[in-house]
């Protein structure tokens, strides 16, 4: 029976605790007041407890006080917790009994817990959690159990075996139980503050909004107006709350006003609507986003809206529209074909087009614009119209193929931009039929079969140079449609493709003038001669510049790579200076090499590559930048860095120019340097090998007296007695007796390779496919070599190699390409090759690599 007692002692408990909760939201008197008031009640529901406890026996009961003690001081403090616990300490020695010692022990004990976990809060109830409040309960009434010891010894254990159980579950939840409606309660209190303050804030911001705020019942009378509201009509808020809105919209809005509010009745419940209103200022374009208000039923109570003054807004709008008109006008009197695009409809066309193409303008307004498009440009004008260009910038002009209603075809050239018609993104633009122009050019495309004769011919005076030509016209072209492409880019993009144009152009110019000449009979063996190192010298050039370009494009790619090797320092330094004596000398010009410091070790360890091409971007533009005086070129030692430098007594720099003279495309302006050349890509591409090799670069530099460029790179020194010396100047090979098979499908390649293995004494095996290279491994007894070409017809060089490495292991294959990418080389070496060549290379390098090979290898037999 102790279960059901214990629960109807709780039960009072319970019900007395709910008139607490009537008494926190009456807020009576001040903080001290209500505490008081709150020690007191929680004394009374504690006493009531005792009045109806479970009696074990006379003078020993049982009964909620220790639940009510320990949650009035979690919840309300120790002072609070004090208080009640003083009330039902007296009640309780009043009582007496064998039970009072254990009695005041649970009260005080139960007081003491509730208080510290107070405490531990800090007071705060929004961090007491659940798990707390069964915490408290649990110590609590473990330590009402022990508090059995204090009983008289006779009925210490028939009271533990009594109520133990019990204590210990059920007390706890009825802990859980209270405390949860408590901490209800004070989510209650907490919520309802949280809900004032948000709609006090909320009410400041409405108050202070700059748009015009108002709510409005279903008759359209004002509920509330905000201040921004009363200060554009110019009237109070007594005088415009219970009036309908509708005297001060403008007459002619009305009816759309009332139309549009309609929308306001059903789901989304909003409406957007612009009417004039007569404000302190007279007539004023108002735009007004409304929203239905709902009551529990789902039906609209009222109405909230947003207002803003658009007045400007509205007449730039009536002004384009009449701009409009004013465009429709010019374009039905235009001699160009005009058209605007909507969603790939045809929405406007003027009468230039329907004369041309046959259609009438009803027939146009029914079709999409890729129902007039040839099938063979269908895709291409896709690509184009699936990316348009932003608002306001144009596409440029595209050539393309249309039919008429007559199912004629014609060359139609389109250029235009993105507009916004009608609120919508379209395309405008203009068309102009170029049907004879583009015959005209047919024609001129077929005079080049004799101009490629002509091009064969000086092929062959000059093998060497077939690939670089090639390479050379195919940038060349990719460089005129980049620079058409370009025409709206960034200054600096535009002015680098102006340069590189020049940069091509020149070297070109030498290349096929010179060429030229060398068909002429009237010049001597010498001077064509002479003509031929000319044409080298300028192919170099290019090829320079190409690798400049393969650069920028390894750079932005991340791809570059640094391949060291040894250096002898001072014999490398003197091949640089020796390679720009010429030049140097032609302009009078000094070229020196300052003595090396005897700290500097002999021997590096670098990328004798990329160490040259930082240096000949250097000293090219000291010579260039140069007009009188010197150029000197040195290094020191700087800790466990050599610092080169090159020091000239040029024009120099401004320091404004200083901090961007290494950003790509970025040249120094003309003032500086009118006649100077170059592609403003050299010295960002010297920053980054110098950075790649593990250094840095500096300038220094004052106007008409000269620059110094100095960079780092670590020392990796190497003893000379570990350096393998070989001396390949003026090597002779011979490589008789030996079968070497090429693989080359270009004419001029093929005379070339011959030329250069002519001297070997060799025994050459060409063919121009890929398959003819797997016939002929099958039909000859011995290949030493395949030298092979990765692009070949009918089957590439690359799964050619794949099947000679498998089925012949050890024969080797030197792949040949006109790729310069690390990537390709990887691929080659992948696929089974041994080594690998670009083009162009010279005989030297050639011969080298094949010497090699064939040391590397047995011959098959």
Known sequence: MIVLDLIYNLAIIVSFITLIFFFDRLRIGNIKLRRLIQGVLFGAAAILGILKPFYLTEGLFFDGRTVVLSLSALFYGPVVGLLSALMVAIVRIIIGGVGIWMGLATIFSAHIIGSLFYTYFKGDDQKIKYT????????????????????????????????????????????????????????????????????????????????LVVKVDNEGRFLYVNPTYCATFGKTEDELIGNTFLPLVHPEDRAHTMEAMKALYKPPYECFVKQRALTEKGWRWIAWADKGILDDNGKVTSVIGVGRDIT?????????????????????????????????????????????????????????????????????????????????????????????????????????????????????????????????????????????????ELQQLNENLSTSLRNIQQLNLNLEVAKAKAEESDRLKSTFLA?????????????????????????????????VRTIINNAEHLLELINDIIDLSKIEAGTIKINKKQIHLESFLQEIIGSFQ????????????????????????????????????????????????????????????????????????????????????????????????????????????????????????????????????????????????TNKINMTYNFEGKNILIAEDDYTNRILLEAMLQSTKAQLTIVTNGQDVLKIMEEVSRIDLVLLDIRMPEMNGLEVASIIRLNYPNIPILAQTAYAFDNDREAALAAGCDDYISKPFRREEILEKIHHLLNKYSPKQ
């Not at 579950?169 to 409606?181: F, K």
């Not at 060359?411 to 049907?435: E, H, N, Y």
């Not at 020149?506 to 001597?524: K, R």
Request: some cysteine; hydrophobic content about 40%; charged content about 20%.
């Open 499 to 531: 340069n590189m144009s020049h940069e091509i152009r020149t070297p070109m110019n030498a290349i096929l003038g010179f060429s030229d000449l060398l068909l002429l009979p009237s010049y001597s063996n010498q001077e064509k001669e002479n003509f």
């Open 132 to 211: 707390h409040i069964l915490l408290v309960g649990l110590i609590t009434h473990i330590l009402m159990v022990l508090s059995i010891l204090l009983l008289p010894k006779s009925t210490q254990k028939e009271t533990f075996d009594t109520i133990a159980v019990t204590v210990l579950i059920a007390y706890p939840l009825a802990t859980l139980l209270i405390g949860a409606i408590l901490k209800t309660h004070f989510n209650i209190i907490h919520f309802s503050k949280e809900i004032k303050q948000k709609e006090g804030q909320y009410r400041l911001i409405v108050e202070n909004q700059s748009e």
């Open 312 to 456: 400007e807004a509205q007449l730039t709008l009536m002004a384009l529209e009449e701009s409009e008109n004013k465009f429709r006008s010019l374009a039905e009197t235009s001699e160009a074909g005009i058209f605007i695009l909507q969603n790939e409809q045809i929405i406007y066309t003027n009468n230039r087009i329907l004369e041309g193409w046959g259609y009438t303008i009803e027939e146009l307004y029914m079709m999409k614009y890729e129902d007039i498009i040839h099938p063979d440009h269908k895709e291409l004008m896709k690509e184009i119209f699936k990316n348009p260009p932003i608002e306001g910038k144009r596409f440029k002009n595209y050539n393309f193929k249309v039919l008429t209603k007559f199912g004629e075809t014609r060359w139609v050239t389109c250029s235009g931009s993105r507009i916004d018609f009608q609120g919508k993104p379209a395309l405008i633009g203009t068309a102009m039929d170029i049907t004879q122009m583009h015959n005209l050019i047919e024609e001129l495309e077929a005079t080049k079969d004799e101009l490629y004769q002509r091009n064969q």
């Open 582 to 725: 010429m030049l140097a000398h032609q302009k009078n010009l000094q070229l020196l090499l300052m003595p090396l410091p005897s700290d500097i070790p002999s021997m590096i360890n670098s990328d004798p590559i990329r160490l040259k091409q930082v240096f000949n971007n250097l000293i090219t533009n000291a010579i260039n930048y140069t007009d009188t005086g010197s150029i000197g070129i040195g290094c020191m030692l700087e800790e466990s860095f050599i610092r080169f430098f090159i020091h000239d007594t040029g024009t120099g720099i401004s320091p404004t120019e200083l901090d961007k003279i290494f950003e790509r495309f970025y040249q120094i302006p003309k003032a500086q340097g009118q006649s100077r050349s170059g592609t403003g890509i050299g010295l960002s591409i010297v920053k980054t090998l110098v950075n790649l090799m593990g250094g840095q670069i500096e300038v220094q530099s004052e106007v008409g007296k000269g620059s110094t460029f100095s960079f780092t790179i670590p020392i990796d020194e190497i003893h000379e007695s570990k350096i393998e010396k």
